[in-house]
């Protein structure tokens, strides 16, 4: 029997075939899930789903449901799960399998995770945490029998890892996050 079997959810955010959310994903369908994809429309929001399309057809989910949610938009979530409700009605989980931190600031050289913006150490904390609450928010309103919420970290979020540098703040900050939804939403179901 497959663990899966009837369940529909939502994985976020598919960047392309190497991405984490992709074998998350495949092996969610495998299981017999139903499931919905978001992927980040980029500046070029043609192109990036089309390398998202190519990874779905890869790994043999090309027909499944997708949809561009730019994670640090409260208006893209939004809209991103009026189409989840259109197409699914309710789900059963969500995984959130994203994060982003500048590059610049993800390297080994002595003084970088000092030297981190303001903006880049807001950013990397907005994508990477936050976008938790707000999808979360969203998707229990469409889990009225409760459900799953998964998020992806890193051993960075606990002990330093040189050159993780500001993206184990955000695994932290995004770890917490976890545990006060789940206090939250937990109660509910």
């Given at each position: 029997?497959?663990?899966?079997?009837?369940?529909?959810?939502?994985i976020?955010?598919i960047?392309n075939?190497?991405?984490i959310?992709t074998?998350i994903?495949?092996h969610?369908?495998?299981q017999?899930?139903?499931?919905?994809?978001?992927?980040?429309?980029m500046?070029?929001?043609?192109k990036?789903e089309?390398?998202v399309r190519k990874a779905?057809?890869?790994?043999?989910f090309?027909?499944?449901?997708l949809s561009?949610?730019?994670v640090?938009?409260?208006?893209?979530?939004?809209?991103f799960?009026a189409g989840?409700?259109e197409q699914f009605g309710?789900?059963?989980?969500?995984?959130h399998?994203?994060?982003f931190a500048?590059?610049?600031?993800l390297?080994?050289?002595?003084?970088v995770f000092?030297?981190t913006?303001r903006e880049?150490?807001?950013?990397?904390?907005?994508?990477?945490?936050y976008?938790?609450?707000?999808l979360?928010?969203q998707?229990?309103m469409i889990?009225?029998?409760g459900g799953?919420?998964?998020?992806?970290t890193?051993?960075?979020a606990?002990?330093?890892?040189?050159g993780?540098n500001?993206m184990?703040?955000?695994?932290?900050a995004?770890?917490?996050?976890?545990?006060?939804?789940a206090?939250?939403?937990?109660a509910?179901?």
């Amino acid at each position: 029997m497959s663990l899966l079997a009837g369940k529909k959810g939502v994985i976020l955010n598919i960047a392309n075939d190497r991405s984490i959310a992709t074998y998350i994903a495949s092996h969610c369908i495998k299981q017999g899930a139903t499931c919905g994809f978001g992927f980040l429309p980029m500046d070029n929001r043609e192109k990036s789903e089309r390398r998202v399309r190519k990874a779905m057809e890869e790994n043999g989910f090309a027909s499944s449901w997708l949809s561009p949610c730019d994670v640090g938009s409260d208006e893209s979530i939004a809209s991103f799960f009026a189409g989840v409700k259109e197409q699914f009605g309710t789900i059963d989980f969500l995984v959130h399998s994203l994060a982003f931190a500048d590059r610049t600031f993800l390297k080994k050289d002595e003084g970088v995770f000092t030297s981190t913006t303001r903006e880049a150490f807001r950013q990397a904390v907005d994508i990477s945490a936050y976008s938790l609450l707000a999808l979360s928010r969203q998707a229990a309103m469409i889990m009225p029998e409760g459900g799953s919420i998964i998020a992806m970290t890193y051993l960075g979020a606990e002990k330093v890892i040189p050159g993780y540098n500001v993206m184990g703040v955000a695994k932290s900050a995004l770890e917490s996050t976890a545990r006060y939804l789940a206090f939250d939403l937990g109660a509910k179901r």
